[in-house]
């Protein structure tokens, strides 16, 4: 997202850090990634951005919803989703939970272990099921493959019991981790649901629903491949390697490749201290007030306002009393960086409040949208 | 503390995660510091936990308060505690957040750096100002000294500026790092601290406060030193290195010494999942809900209640669909470890609830105490 004149007129009159948000950014992403794919069914992972005007923009266009609680859940249905438009995609789920979900009208759910699909057959009968399964390491920034997901073998015996218990076995996702920098990483794992499809279809079981996970990458700092990009390798592979399955749902679960290049976070610098090795600039956000990816060294593009200096060699950090509150060990920023300059966190849109805490007494960034500033 | 059979009753009725708290315990360690400590005003750090019931009991038995933010002002003002007894010991103050303390009545304050000493010059003229020194690296759990602190020459000219100023030249202050194993610690940290006393006599400035920070240890699974055996240190040091300094102000600031022990955390099995390495046990409180210390590796000690089965190398993990939700990588838990277990972490009254978040729509664990339950 760029910095318009009319956010730089907006944040200069903030004290505080805020997000500004462009709603109309985010739906041009979903339509991207509809137009684009074939046999699309966008899930937005609810967990990425669950700002409420987000969600209702969402809604009014026809998304469907990936929910990881029933939290996410009771607030997906206060905004009028419908729960048919719901897939439960997070993997560890109380039984309680499942029972609420079905209640209200929830019938798609994941799984990647047997305990959890006997929950499921207690508590959603009839439901549909689908099976996450492992990846092997991708290039991506956050592999999700380690917390989730099973094998192919087991895949195709959850998918089996699930029949055996009378749910509906309806399909395979898998997740290629967060911004994943390779397209073929799509491919790899689309090969290996065909697997599944076919074997499971010799069993008398015909699987529907391919799910591609998100991981769809946004630009930071390195080069990424587009979206359309992504979606070709996925149609292509589909129609070479799905042959006889004719009505494929292709589901993607999107949530940074939806809203993580629709924000931005601008803070102030607080303080700028002379150290050791190098200067230190505090900034008043933080890795427990919306900066939580840096934690593990997640690279935004990093903007200092109006300072043109020579580069040189910083440490950034949050305005906590906490060790671990370091945005980044080494950040080049301009030699002239001081107290009150505004520094801007690109495509910020994701990923952001939702881990906020409120850490020391300090209140995380405020959020705004760009048709109300 | 313990595992009560009142507690034990308590949890097996809940369904959610919980925190439990001991008021007297806390009590108990306020006093233990107070009456071990020659000259001690304690400053309990207001972000170690910052629930009402623990700082209005700190508030009824006399104790100061270290605050980090507005946020932590107003929320002990709203408490009755008299801003003459808080110190605003963040390192990193917006100059308007300064002003607003000193307009409620805060006296007294840190500084690490020249403009910081000029942004309390001008909003919170008079006031007592301290100069933070770093220390070098100790055997401690969270290090604390790249962040914040500066160097012996560069304090001693912080105090010549402070009084140059019209501020008064109040102290020094250091910190051996969160969760610090090794008393001589403060041994090593106090011989800097009287350098910079008599140089500045010398130069006509007579400092009084000497703020050994917090860094007592809490057990968990690591032998620790007594609370006892530390300030017995501090008090022969201060004893034998600061003859002349007749008025002397010991100050501590403690958080996890005063809380860490009087708490505990008690968490329900959601899942358990074969894995390729080993098995995955997942929990319904994790990193963003109460375990945040876990990221870094930071051990307590965990305990399957009921199960007895031979230990096993198991990965522990939490509630959402985030790789870096996971609480320990390795841990060793009774082998028949399964759903619906009682799983506690022990002294768990530190650093837990501060950095909740509500991350993928999911609740933190909820706060009880003894006396309540």
Same mark, same amino acid.
Request: negative net charge; proline residues 3%.
């Given at each position: 997202?760029?910095?318009?004149? *009319?956010i730089? &007129?907006?944040?200069?009159?903030q004290e +505080?850090?805020?997000? @500004?948000?462009?709603?109309?950014?985010?739906?041009?992403n979903?339509?991207?990634?509809?137009?684009?794919?074939?046999?699309?069914?966008?899930y937005? =992972?609810?967990? =990425?951005?669950?700002?409420?005007?987000i969600?209702?923009?969402?809604?009014?266009?026809?998304?469907?919803?990936?929910?990881?609680?029933?939290?996410?859940?009771d %607030?997906?249905l206060?905004l009028?989703?419908?729960p048919?438009?719901?897939?439960?995609?997070?993997?560890?789920?109380?039984?309680?939970?499942i029972?609420?979900?079905?209640d209200?009208?929830?019938? %798609? $759910?994941?799984?990647? +272990? $047997?305990?959890?699909?006997?929950?499921?057959?207690?508590?959603a009968?009839?439901?549909?099921?689908?099976a996450? @399964?492992?990846?092997?390491?991708?290039?991506?920034?956050?592999p999700?493959t380690? *917390? $989730?997901?099973?094998?192919?073998?087991?895949?195709?015996?959850?998918m089996?019991?699930a029949?055996e218990?009378?749910?509906i076995?309806?399909?395979?996702?898998?997740?290629?981790?967060?911004?994943? #920098?390779?397209k073929?990483?799509? *491919?790899?794992?689309?090969?290996?649901?065909? &697997?599944?499809?076919?074997?499971?279809?010799?069993?008398?079981?015909?699987l *529907?629903?391919?799910?591609?996970g998100g991981?769809m990458p946004?630009?930071?700092l390195?080069?990424?491949?587009?979206i359309? &990009?992504?979606?070709?390798?996925?149609?292509?592979?589909?129609?070479?390697n799905?042959?006889g399955?004719d009505?494929?749902?292709?589901?993607?679960? !999107?949530g940074?490749t939806l809203?993580g290049?629709?924000g931005?976070?601008?803070?102030?610098?607080?303080l700028?201290?002379e150290?050791?090795k190098?200067?230190?600039?505090?900034l008043?956000?933080?890795?427990?007030?919306? %900066?939580m990816?840096?934690?593990?060294?997640?690279?935004y593009?990093?903007?200092v306002?109006?300072k043109?200096? +020579?580069?040189d060699?910083?440490?950034?950090?949050? !305005?906590?009393c906490d060790s671990?509150d370091?945005?980044y060990?080494?950040?080049?920023?301009?030699?002239d960086?001081? @107290?009150?300059d505004?520094?801007?966190f690109?495509n910020?849109?994701?990923?952001t409040t939702? #881990?906020s805490t409120?850490?020391?007494?300090?209140?995380?960034?405020?959020?705004?949208?760009t048709?109300?500033?």
């Amino acid at each position: 997202m760029e910095i318009t004149q *009319k956010i730089l &007129d907006f944040v200069m009159k903030q004290e +505080e850090p805020v997000i @500004i948000l462009d709603l109309d950014i985010i739906e041009k992403n979903y339509w991207r990634m509809q137009n684009s794919l074939n046999h699309s069914v966008i899930y937005y =992972a609810v967990k =990425a951005n669950s700002e409420k005007r987000i969600l209702e923009r969402l809604v009014k266009i026809g998304s469907s919803f990936d929910i990881a609680s029933i939290g996410e859940l009771d %607030l997906m249905l206060s905004l009028g989703a419908d729960p048919s438009k719901l897939s439960y995609g997070n993997t560890i789920k109380k039984e309680k939970h499942i029972k609420y979900a079905y209640d209200k009208g929830v019938r %798609l $759910f994941v799984a990647d +272990e $047997f305990s959890e699909i006997e929950k499921i057959s207690r508590q959603a009968p009839g439901s549909k099921v689908f099976a996450r @399964i492992q990846m092997g390491d991708s290039d991506s920034d956050w592999p999700l493959t380690r *917390k $989730f997901g099973t094998n192919i073998e087991k895949a195709v015996d959850l998918m089996i019991l699930a029949k055996e218990k009378d749910l509906i076995p309806y399909g395979i996702s898998f997740h290629v981790g967060s911004q994943c #920098y390779d397209k073929y990483a799509w *491919k790899t794992a689309l090969l290996k649901v065909a &697997d599944i499809f076919y074997h499971l279809k010799k069993e008398g079981i015909e699987l *529907k629903f391919i799910n591609t996970g998100g991981g769809m990458p946004v630009q930071y700092l390195r080069e990424i491949p587009e979206i359309e &990009d992504i979606t070709a390798i996925i149609n292509e592979t589909i129609i070479e390697n799905f042959e006889g399955f004719d009505e494929l749902i292709v589901a993607t679960e !999107p949530g940074r490749t939806l809203v993580g290049d629709a924000g931005l976070l601008c803070a102030n610098v607080i303080l700028r201290a002379e150290k050791e090795k190098n200067d230190w600039v505090y900034l008043d956000a933080g890795v427990f007030h919306g %900066l939580m990816e840096t934690i593990q060294n997640f690279r935004y593009e990093v903007i200092v306002w109006g300072k043109n200096g +020579e580069e040189d060699n910083f440490t950034l950090a949050g !305005p906590t009393c906490d060790s671990v509150d370091v945005i980044y060990d080494e950040v080049y920023l301009p030699n002239d960086v001081n @107290i009150d300059d505004k520094v801007f966190f690109m495509n910020a849109g994701s990923y952001t409040t939702g #881990y906020s805490t409120t850490f020391n007494g300090i209140e995380s960034p405020k959020v705004y949208y760009t048709d109300e500033i």
